[in-house]
Structures are given as C-alpha cells and as structure tokens.
C-alpha cells in the first residue's frame, strides 16, 4: 500500500469520491436523458483507467500465452500473469501465493472445491452444511454431488432480519458433516456473517470451511488466516476487474492433496500414455490457457483497491448503506428486505404496488441501474414469500446525492402506481 495516495483525503479524512468517480470513464455519460446513477454492483463493478489500461498494455505490448515460452514476450507475459499471485496473496493476507488459483471466478471455484475437494471424501449418508442465503453457485454444485453420491444437503435457517444463529449452525454439526460453505456477505440481503466463528465450531469437529467472498472481497478487508477459513473465493469482476476471471484460496496442505478436476495442458509435470504425473498446486488446478489479460487486469483491480485501503472503501461504503437504509427505508410504501445487525453493499426492497421488475425499469428511465429479480437466491426469496426484490448495490465511487436520485425515482414509481 502507497503511503502517499492521492486517492484518499488528509489522513481520517477519508476518501476523495470525486477523484476515484473520474478514474471510471463508463460513470461520465447520461443515460436516458439523466447521468448515470450505477447502483448495480452487487451484479458486477465499475472498471477504472488503471484495470482497463493494464489489459491494453497486455495486449499492445507483450501479450503471448504464458508458462511455454522461450521467447521474450512469453517471459513477459508469464511474469506479469504470475506477479499477480502475490498481489492476491496480499489481498488475503494468505500465507503462500502458492495457494491463489486462477479460476473463472466464485462459481468456478466453489465447483473446483465441490469436484476435487469434496467428492472425494463423500459417501452416501454425509452431509454438506450451507445457510438459507447461499447465492445458487454455492447451492447447485452441493446439490450435484449430493445427487451422485447420496449426501444430504443441509441448510441452516434464517431469521426475518436475514440471520442465521450460531446455536443453529452448531446443532446442525454431525460427525457426517464433510463442508460447511457459506457466503460472508449476502447479495440479497447484505447480511455480514460470522464465518469466523462458524469456522471455529465447524474445526472443533474437524471439519473444513469453504467462504464465498464474492461480496466480501470488494467491500472490506480480507484476512483468510484471521477468518481461519479453509477455502475462499471471489470473482475479479465484483471487485473493479475483468470479468471471466477469479481466485480460489485454499490451505497449501489441503489443495497438495487435492487431485486436478480437469486435465490438459500446463497443469502437468510429465505426460505419457502410460502414466501421467500432475503439477503441484496452484498448476494442477489450471488446465488450458488462461485469461491472460484478465487476470493482469485482477492485479491491476487489486492493486488500485489496496491503494484505496478496504477499510477505508468499507467505512464510506457503510455510511452510503445507512443513508440509504434510512432514506430509502421511509418511504411509504417501501418495504426493505433484510435486516440485519452488520450489513454490508446491498439495499434490498420491494413496493406495495409495483412489481421489482416494474420499479427496475423506471428507475432506469431516469438513469437510476438497480437489480430487479432473484438475484441468483430463489430460496432467499421463498423465505420471505416474494418473488423478486429491487436491489441497490453500492461501489466505492458512489455518492450519498446518487442516494438521493434514486430516492427521488422511486418517488416516481409512487407516483405512477398510485402508492
Ligand atoms: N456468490 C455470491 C454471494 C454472489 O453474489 C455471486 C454473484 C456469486 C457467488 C457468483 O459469482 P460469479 O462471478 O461466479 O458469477 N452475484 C450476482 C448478483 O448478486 N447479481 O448478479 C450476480
């Protein structure tokens, strides 16, 4: 992290907003005749100059696939793809960069952990444990394997504020329980969880924890080794990087004993068509070429996000959610949806007399792009009996008076539905 950054206002003064708002060229324009409000980050972020410029550079400069090269441009290209481990490593605080995989982001790597890790040890009759607000790719792949094997998929419930309890997830604790995946951060319903806690009761029985970053790494700081998680994933494109691209972090000693999930090239030490022997991680678990520019792109997204400072991201991030929780929260006829203690990114609500999709497609017309739908978590939705929400999800380049114009838009709704 620079000491100096130009970014952030006189120490505890927190964050220049404006100066961060101008590093993203897509937030300059008017959309519907109004400029543009983005308050769908949850779904995916903002690029800055300094991710779009590192992939340009990748591909005007020295672009050539990695790993297999003599020549000049390949070793450039392989030492920028693989300095972005360290970077990652950084991110996390995780003790190696031998243990950040490239993967095609959170979905991927919940799978690769769901076929390689998992399966493995999974007999008919064990259990999987994961909490009623999973997003569908930390639920689906659980469901595949519990279909091949006849394991059981076990859910731990959630309050109507969106909270599980500590006691439920214990109780919920057997000596079948092979993983215990969670998310950290809730998309739908912006719900911070207690993983590390949940890790701990989970490791008093031996058993592993896989943590679902995608909407944590890009709203506050990350310690893997604090969380004392087993496994944890992201995906870049949450977190100001290309999409296509993502991390899984695993324990050095669990992802050695792993075996590949897929073969092909470059995850190899030696080929023949008697025997082949694997590479040690993270190679084993990369088959195939990579997105090469992608991931150059993920370091340049992390680099800019520690310049930042996660805690200083999360602090102004926390202030937007009150505001909005407050403001949007008191308007007639507005439900929100969720309600946590620790919430973190996402404003979920609904309305009494327009439909989530109806409240999406207005606030557009006045340059207002929220989320409108399941958001990827039908049985969050079943759990409140609703069929979608409207969703606000926020970014570090965000503003309270962006606060203000969606406020004013869904006004509007109210006014055309009668509300
Ligand atoms: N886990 C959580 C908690 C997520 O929010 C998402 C994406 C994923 C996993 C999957 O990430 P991917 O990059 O592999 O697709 N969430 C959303 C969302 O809320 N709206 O669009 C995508």
């Known amino acids: 992290m620079s000491s100096v950054n130009p970014l952030q206002h006189e120490a505890g003064r927190g964050l220049d907003i404006q100066a961060i708002r101008r590093q993203f060229p897509v937030l300059a324009q008017t959309v519907n005749g109004n400029p543009l409000v983005y308050l769908d980050n949850g779904a995916s972020a903002q690029k800055p100059e300094a991710?779009?410029?590192?992939?340009?550079r990748c591909y005007r400069e020295y672009y050539a696939n990695i790993h297999r090269g003599v020549h000049s441009l390949s070793q450039r290209a392989t030492t920028e793809f693989e300095a972005v481990r360290g970077k990652v490593r950084t991110l996390l605080n995780a003790p190696s960069e031998k243990e950040i995989v490239f993967t095609r982001g959170t979905t991927e790597s919940i799978n690769l952990v769901a076929y390689s890790f998992v399966e493995p040890r999974l007999q008919a009759g064990d259990e999987i444990l994961i909490t009623a607000m999973e997003h569908h790719s930390n639920i689906v792949p659980w469901q595949i394997l519990c279909e091949r094997t006849g394991a059981k998929l076990v859910?731990?419930?959630?309050?109507?504020?969106g909270e599980f309890s500590l006691d439920d997830v214990e109780s919920r604790l057997t000596p079948r329980?092979?993983?215990?995946?969670?998310?950290?951060?809730?998309?739908?319903?912006?719900?911070?969880?207690?993983?590390?806690?949940?890790?701990?009761?989970?490791?008093?029985?031996?058993?592993?924890?896989?943590?679902?970053?995608?909407?944590?790494?890009?709203?506050?700081?990350v310690d893997v080794q604090e969380l004392d998680c087993d496994f944890f994933a992201f995906s870049a494109h949450k977190l100001y990087g290309p999409s296509g691209?993502?991390?899984?972090?695993?324990?050095?000693?669990?992802?050695?004993?792993?075996?590949?999930?897929?073969g092909g090239g470059d995850m190899i030490r030696t080929v023949s068509f008697e025997k082949t022997e694997f590479a040690e991680p993270p190679a084993r678990f990369e088959a195939g070429t990579p997105n090469i520019a992608g991931v150059i792109g993920l370091g340049a997204a992390v680099d800019w996000f520690?310049?930042?400072?996660?805690?200083?991201?999360?602090?102004h991030e926390a202030d937007l959610l009150a505001y909005a929780s407050e403001q949007v929260g008191g308007i007639p006829g507005v439900q929100l949806i969720g309600n946590a203690e620790k919430r973190a990114g996402a404003l979920s609500f609904i309305m009494t007399d327009a439909h989530p999709h109806d409240i999406g497609t207005i606030l557009d017309g006045y340059g207002v792009a929220v989320r409108a739908g399941h958001h990827c978590a039908e049985p969050v939705m079943r759990r409140y009996g609703i069929p979608a929400t409207a969703r606000a999800s926020f970014a570090v380049y965000n503003t309270r008076q962006e606060v203000d114009r969606l406020v004013a838009a869904i006004h509007k709704v109210r006014e055309l539905f009668g509300g």
């Open 177 to 221: 329980t092979r993983i215990v995946s969670l998310l950290q951060v809730s998309n739908a319903l912006g719900t911070v969880n207690p993983v590390r806690e949940v890790a701990r009761l989970a490791h008093a029985r031996d058993i592993p924890v896989l943590v679902d970053g995608a909407q944590s790494a890009p709203h506050m700081p």
């Open 306 to 315: 520690l310049a930042l400072d996660p805690a200083a991201v999360a602090a």
């Open 51 to 56: 991710v779009i410029d590192a992939e340009l």
């Open 155 to 161: 859910v731990v419930p959630i309050s109507d504020a």
């Open 245 to 262: 691209v993502g991390v899984l972090w695993g324990r050095q000693e669990l992802l050695q004993a792993m075996p590949p999930w897929q």
